[in-house]
């Protein structure tokens, strides 16, 4: 399972919402296997609020998160940012599998 994390947010006074509005989320997505994780970062931009806002005190990463992810551009799914990280995870692993295999033969590993 994916994990999802806010790395940082922008904040602007525009839109019909109020001050404050969340219009730029950094964010990153982990892949986990016995306690190797591979993450991938990613950005996303926020569309003007319609309706209901909260106030940027009372955001939590989970709604952040969740909004993210119901405004990701086409080219950018759930999917694909997950994919993502399970590719840096299997990156992460191989180059850790070869470290423990050259080790195991008392050989050095040159890259």
């Known amino acids: 399972m994916a994990t999802w994390k806010v790395i940082n947010t922008t904040q602007a006074n525009k839109g019909s919402s109020g001050d404050n509005q969340i219009v730029r989320v950094e964010f990153k997505v982990g892949h986990t296997v016995g306690g190797l994780t591979g993450w991938c970062g990613f950005e996303a931009d ?62 050095k590993a040159w890259g």
């Open 46 to 107: 926020l569309p003007d609020t319609d309706g209901s806002f909260t106030a940027i005190d009372d955001v939590t990463e989970s709604q952040v998160i969740t909004w993210v992810k119901a405004t990701l551009p086409s080219n950018l799914s759930v999917t694909e940012c997950e994919g993502r990280a399970k590719e840096e995870y299997n990156r992460i692993k191989a180059e850790k599998d070869k470290e423990t295999l050259a080790s195991s033969q008392n050989v």
